[in-house]
Protein backbone atom coordinates (compact mmCIF):
# COMPACT_ATOMS: atom_id res chain seq x y z
CA UNK A 1 0.00 0.00 0.00
CA UNK A 2 1.36 3.65 -1.21
CA UNK A 3 1.70 6.04 1.65
CA UNK A 4 -0.74 8.18 -0.14
CA UNK A 5 -3.32 5.40 -0.07
CA UNK A 6 -3.04 5.51 3.72
CA UNK A 7 -4.52 8.97 4.41
CA UNK A 8 -7.95 7.65 4.48
CA UNK A 9 -7.43 5.26 6.86
CA UNK A 10 -8.12 6.06 10.60
CA UNK A 11 -5.31 5.68 13.17
CA UNK A 12 -5.62 3.02 15.68
CA UNK A 13 -6.71 2.43 18.93
CA UNK A 14 -4.73 3.56 21.61
CA UNK A 15 -4.41 -0.22 22.71
CA UNK A 16 -3.66 -1.69 19.86
CA UNK A 17 -0.77 0.90 18.88
CA UNK A 18 0.29 -0.31 22.49
CA UNK A 19 0.22 -4.14 22.18
CA UNK A 20 1.59 -3.62 19.13
CA UNK A 21 4.38 -1.71 20.20
CA UNK A 22 4.98 -3.91 22.99
CA UNK A 23 5.25 -7.07 21.18
CA UNK A 24 7.25 -5.31 18.00
CA UNK A 25 9.44 -3.86 21.02
CA UNK A 26 10.25 -7.25 22.99
CA UNK A 27 10.80 -9.03 19.60
CA UNK A 28 13.23 -6.47 18.44
CA UNK A 29 15.19 -6.27 21.42
CA UNK A 30 15.40 -10.50 21.65
CA UNK A 31 16.55 -10.16 17.75
CA UNK A 32 19.44 -7.43 18.94
CA UNK A 33 20.43 -9.26 21.78
CA UNK A 34 20.99 -12.46 19.86
CA UNK A 35 22.65 -10.24 17.11
CA UNK A 36 25.10 -8.68 19.57
CA UNK A 37 25.72 -12.12 21.34
CA UNK A 38 26.59 -13.70 17.82
CA UNK A 39 28.98 -11.29 17.20
CA UNK A 40 31.04 -11.68 20.31
CA UNK A 41 30.65 -15.48 19.90
CA UNK A 42 32.00 -14.95 15.85
CA UNK A 43 34.94 -12.61 16.89
CA UNK A 44 36.46 -14.69 19.50
CA UNK A 45 36.38 -17.69 16.62
CA UNK A 46 38.05 -15.67 14.28
CA UNK A 47 41.01 -15.13 17.42
CA UNK A 48 40.77 -19.34 17.32
CA UNK A 49 38.48 -19.59 20.89
CA UNK A 50 35.49 -21.37 21.24
CA UNK A 51 32.59 -20.44 23.22
CA UNK A 52 29.52 -21.00 25.30
CA UNK A 53 26.62 -19.26 23.73
CA UNK A 54 23.71 -18.00 26.81
CA UNK A 55 20.70 -15.33 26.30
CA UNK A 56 22.31 -12.67 27.63
CA UNK A 57 26.40 -13.09 26.69
CA UNK A 58 29.45 -15.41 25.61
CA UNK A 59 31.84 -17.24 28.20
CA UNK A 60 34.94 -17.56 25.50
CA UNK A 61 36.68 -21.33 25.73
CA UNK A 62 40.12 -20.71 26.87
CA UNK A 63 41.90 -17.37 27.64
CA UNK A 64 42.16 -14.74 24.94
CA UNK A 65 45.05 -12.35 24.35
CA UNK A 66 44.07 -8.84 26.23
CA UNK A 67 44.31 -7.49 22.10
CA UNK A 68 41.91 -10.43 21.02
CA UNK A 69 39.81 -10.13 24.48
CA UNK A 70 39.52 -6.64 24.21
CA UNK A 71 38.46 -6.46 20.09
CA UNK A 72 35.60 -9.52 20.95
CA UNK A 73 34.35 -7.23 23.78
CA UNK A 74 33.83 -4.38 21.62
CA UNK A 75 32.64 -6.07 18.56
CA UNK A 76 29.44 -6.30 20.06
CA UNK A 77 28.35 -2.98 21.36
CA UNK A 78 30.35 -1.86 17.78
CA UNK A 79 28.01 -3.76 15.65
CA UNK A 80 25.16 -2.97 17.35
CA UNK A 81 25.48 0.63 17.47
CA UNK A 82 26.66 0.90 13.78
CA UNK A 83 23.96 -1.56 12.20
CA UNK A 84 21.28 0.37 14.52
CA UNK A 85 22.54 3.75 12.51
CA UNK A 86 22.61 2.95 9.45
CA UNK A 87 19.26 0.99 9.45
CA UNK A 88 17.52 3.55 10.67
CA UNK A 89 18.34 5.69 7.62
CA UNK A 90 16.65 2.19 5.56
CA UNK A 91 12.89 1.44 5.99
CA UNK A 92 12.02 -0.60 3.23
CA UNK A 93 8.38 -1.84 4.88
CA UNK A 94 7.61 1.39 5.74
CA UNK A 95 4.65 1.01 2.69
CA UNK A 96 3.49 -1.81 4.97
CA UNK A 97 2.70 -0.05 7.87
CA UNK A 98 1.89 -3.04 9.60
CA UNK A 99 3.51 -5.00 12.66
CA UNK A 100 6.87 -6.46 10.25
CA UNK A 101 7.39 -2.58 9.72
CA UNK A 102 7.08 -1.74 13.66
CA UNK A 103 9.53 -4.66 14.47
CA UNK A 104 12.19 -3.09 12.26
CA UNK A 105 11.72 0.46 13.54
CA UNK A 106 11.88 -1.01 17.37
CA UNK A 107 15.12 -3.04 16.09
CA UNK A 108 17.02 -0.01 14.60
CA UNK A 109 16.38 2.15 17.97
CA UNK A 110 17.42 -0.59 20.24
CA UNK A 111 20.26 -1.52 18.45
CA UNK A 112 21.58 1.74 18.86
CA UNK A 113 20.46 1.99 22.59
CA UNK A 114 22.07 -1.26 23.41
CA UNK A 115 26.04 0.71 21.80
CA UNK A 116 25.45 3.78 23.76
CA UNK A 117 24.25 2.44 27.09
CA UNK A 118 27.87 0.38 26.75
CA UNK A 119 29.06 4.03 26.63
CA UNK A 120 27.46 4.78 29.64
CA UNK A 121 28.68 2.53 31.37
CA UNK A 122 31.97 2.66 30.83
CA UNK A 123 33.16 4.45 33.61
CA UNK A 124 32.08 2.19 36.29
CA UNK A 125 34.36 -1.15 34.91
CA UNK A 126 30.70 -2.41 34.19
CA UNK A 127 29.65 -4.14 30.48
CA UNK A 128 31.49 -4.61 27.55
CA UNK A 129 33.20 -1.71 27.38
CA UNK A 130 33.99 -1.06 30.76
CA UNK A 131 35.91 -3.96 31.10
CA UNK A 132 37.31 -3.33 27.77
CA UNK A 133 38.33 0.04 29.07
CA UNK A 134 39.76 -1.86 32.35
CA UNK A 135 41.75 -4.31 29.83
CA UNK A 136 43.51 -1.66 27.87
CA UNK A 137 43.89 0.87 31.07
CA UNK A 138 42.22 3.75 29.75
CA UNK A 139 42.26 6.95 31.84
CA UNK A 140 39.76 7.89 33.60
CA UNK A 141 38.92 11.07 31.88
CA UNK A 142 38.89 8.99 28.57
CA UNK A 143 36.38 6.76 30.19
CA UNK A 144 34.40 10.12 31.26
CA UNK A 145 34.48 11.44 27.83
CA UNK A 146 32.77 8.29 26.61
CA UNK A 147 29.84 8.69 29.12
CA UNK A 148 29.22 11.64 27.78
CA UNK A 149 29.04 10.40 24.41
CA UNK A 150 26.81 8.03 25.58
CA UNK A 151 24.12 10.12 26.59
CA UNK A 152 24.49 12.44 24.05
CA UNK A 153 23.73 9.36 21.90
CA UNK A 154 20.56 8.12 24.20
CA UNK A 155 19.49 12.34 23.74
CA UNK A 156 20.45 12.29 18.89
CA UNK A 157 17.93 8.33 19.21
CA UNK A 158 15.61 9.97 21.34
CA UNK A 159 15.92 12.97 18.90
CA UNK A 160 15.49 10.00 15.78
CA UNK A 161 12.71 8.15 17.02
CA UNK A 162 10.62 11.22 17.51
CA UNK A 163 9.05 11.27 13.98
CA UNK A 164 8.19 7.87 14.10
CA UNK A 165 6.13 8.71 17.39
CA UNK A 166 4.57 11.51 15.10
CA UNK A 167 3.56 9.44 12.07
CA UNK A 168 2.38 6.50 14.39
CA UNK A 169 0.10 8.29 16.62
CA UNK A 170 -0.29 11.48 15.48
CA UNK A 171 -0.77 14.47 17.75
CA UNK A 172 -3.14 12.58 20.30
CA UNK A 173 -1.02 12.39 23.62
CA UNK A 174 -2.84 8.94 24.58
CA UNK A 175 -1.96 7.40 21.64
CA UNK A 176 2.10 8.86 21.71
CA UNK A 177 2.21 7.60 25.36
CA UNK A 178 1.15 4.26 23.39
CA UNK A 179 3.84 4.31 21.58
CA UNK A 180 6.45 5.82 23.81
CA UNK A 181 5.99 5.65 27.47
CA UNK A 182 4.12 1.89 28.04
CA UNK A 183 5.90 0.19 25.53
CA UNK A 184 9.23 1.36 27.90
CA UNK A 185 7.72 0.97 30.96
CA UNK A 186 6.06 -2.85 30.67
CA UNK A 187 8.91 -3.94 28.39
CA UNK A 188 11.68 -2.52 30.94
CA UNK A 189 9.60 -4.50 33.20
CA UNK A 190 9.57 -7.95 31.17
CA UNK A 191 13.25 -7.55 29.70
CA UNK A 192 14.50 -7.17 33.28
CA UNK A 193 12.13 -10.35 34.33
CA UNK A 194 13.16 -11.99 31.73
CA UNK A 195 17.06 -11.45 31.93
CA UNK A 196 16.71 -12.81 35.31
CA UNK A 197 14.94 -15.89 34.19
CA UNK A 198 17.89 -16.32 32.15
CA UNK A 199 20.39 -15.60 34.67
CA UNK A 200 18.72 -17.64 37.04
CA UNK A 201 18.76 -20.78 34.88
CA UNK A 202 21.88 -20.73 33.31
CA UNK A 203 23.81 -21.18 36.54
CA UNK A 204 26.52 -20.03 35.10
CA UNK A 205 28.99 -17.73 37.28
CA UNK A 206 28.83 -13.85 36.32
CA UNK A 207 30.89 -10.82 37.44
CA UNK A 208 29.02 -8.53 39.19
CA UNK A 209 29.35 -5.67 36.66
CA UNK A 210 28.24 -8.33 34.07
CA UNK A 211 24.98 -8.76 36.05
CA UNK A 212 24.78 -5.43 36.75
CA UNK A 213 25.47 -4.45 33.04
CA UNK A 214 23.09 -6.89 32.07
CA UNK A 215 20.05 -5.81 33.72
CA UNK A 216 20.67 -2.15 33.18
CA UNK A 217 20.52 -2.78 29.60
CA UNK A 218 17.56 -4.31 30.29
CA UNK A 219 16.03 -1.33 32.16
CA UNK A 220 18.34 1.35 29.37
CA UNK A 221 16.67 -0.95 26.24
CA UNK A 222 13.62 1.05 25.16
CA UNK A 223 14.37 4.72 27.24
CA UNK A 224 14.53 6.58 24.17
CA UNK A 225 10.60 6.03 23.54
CA UNK A 226 9.36 8.04 26.04
CA UNK A 227 12.85 10.34 25.49
CA UNK A 228 11.25 11.14 22.53
CA UNK A 229 8.21 13.47 24.20
CA UNK A 230 10.76 16.11 24.57
CA UNK A 231 11.23 16.93 20.74
CA UNK A 232 7.32 16.69 20.40
CA UNK A 233 7.73 20.70 19.26
CA UNK A 234 9.94 19.24 16.38
CA UNK A 235 8.28 17.26 14.89
CA UNK A 236 4.57 18.85 13.98
CA UNK A 237 5.03 19.34 10.77
CA UNK A 238 5.47 15.71 10.16
CA UNK A 239 2.02 13.93 9.07
CA UNK A 240 0.50 10.52 10.61
CA UNK A 241 0.50 7.54 9.07
CA UNK A 242 -1.52 5.34 10.23
CA UNK A 243 -0.33 2.00 10.96
CA UNK A 244 -2.55 -1.32 9.87
CA UNK A 245 -2.56 -3.27 12.90
CA UNK A 246 -4.90 -6.17 14.23
CA UNK A 247 -6.32 -5.73 17.90
CA UNK A 248 -4.13 -8.82 18.82
CA UNK A 249 -0.51 -9.36 16.89
CA UNK A 250 -1.16 -13.33 16.79
CA UNK A 251 1.79 -13.65 14.54
CA UNK A 252 4.06 -11.37 16.30
CA UNK A 253 2.68 -13.18 19.71
CA UNK A 254 3.38 -16.44 18.37
CA UNK A 255 7.51 -15.21 17.33
CA UNK A 256 7.87 -13.94 20.62
CA UNK A 257 6.93 -16.61 22.47
CA UNK A 258 9.01 -18.64 20.04
CA UNK A 259 11.84 -16.65 21.27
CA UNK A 260 11.81 -16.19 24.53
CA UNK A 261 11.42 -20.51 24.80
CA UNK A 262 14.61 -20.30 22.28
CA UNK A 263 15.92 -18.51 24.98
CA UNK A 264 15.21 -20.49 27.91
CA UNK A 265 16.76 -23.61 26.27
CA UNK A 266 19.89 -21.52 24.93
CA UNK A 267 20.00 -20.57 28.89
CA UNK A 268 22.12 -23.42 29.42
CA UNK A 269 24.31 -22.69 27.05
CA UNK A 270 25.25 -23.15 23.67
CA UNK A 271 28.92 -24.50 23.10
CA UNK A 272 29.97 -23.55 19.51
CA UNK A 273 33.90 -24.14 18.56
Keep these: MALADRDSIPLPSARSLLVNSLVAALIASALMILLHELVHLVTGLVFGHGGTLYPFGVLHHGDLTVTAEVVALLAGPAFSLVTGILLQR ?21 SVQEGVTYLCLTPFGAGDTGMAAQLMGLPVVAQFALLGVGVGGMFANAWAFAPHMARFAGEDPVRRNAVTLFPWLWGMIASVLLALLYLVLSGAERGAGEQIAILA ?57
Aim: zero cysteines; proline letters at 5%.
Design 90 to 110: WTPLRQRGDLAHLVWVWFTFV
Design 217 to 273: AGTATFVFAPMAHLFSRWVREVGAEPLRLRAVPVIGLVVLAAMIAGNIALSTGLDVG
